[in-house]
């Protein structure tokens, strides 16, 4: 699934169940990676009979990229509705308090996000790193090889 599938509705920050599905549905290629990489950077006998490891390292980077952004910049976008939110005066003690919990479920998101991308960063590189590897500016580069 292409991470342009994604697009970023605020709408998505008032109903927190929602907000985790569609984070969830988004991990999937992260929460799978070690099998991604095994279809997709084959091993050396097939890249001998024309497998490009290059360029399925770059594609799988880039959309690895792609979505890491996409959902951290959806939970810090969720986690700036829900502070304006509570920074306003005329609501009850029952909207606050879920506001609150909202915040907190959303701060735990981003500790998970850090953890998830950190992960798939590391099982990506460790398989990727002979062919391909991603700049630190967001950028990508191939590696001569």
């Not at 997709?40 to 594609?59: E, H, I, N, P, Y």
């Not at 879920?98 to 701060?107: N, P, S, V």
Request: charged share 25%; net charge neutral.
């Amino acid at each position: 699934m292409n991470s342009s599938h994604y697009t970023k509705d605020l709408r998505i920050c008032d109903d927190y169940l929602q907000f985790q599905n569609h984070l969830k549905d988004s991990r999937k290629l992260d929460d799978l990676i070690i099998n991604t990489l095994n279809t997709t950077v084959l091993t050396a006998t097939f890249r001998s009979q024309g497998s490009d490891a290059t360029k399925q390292c770059q594609q799988l980077g880039d959309e690895i990229a792609s979505r890491a952004a996409y959902r951290n910049e959806l939970i810090a976008s969720c986690l700036s509705r829900t502070n304006d939110l509570m920074a306003q005066n005329d609501m009850n003690e029952n909207h606050r308090k879920a506001l609150i919990f909202q915040r907190r479920q959303l701060q735990n998101e981003r500790n998970v996000e850090e953890i998830v991308s950190t992960n798939t960063e590391k099982t990506f590189y460790e398989r990727c790193r002979d062919f391909y590897t991603p700049s630190k500016s967001g950028t990508t580069t191939a590696l001569m090889k």
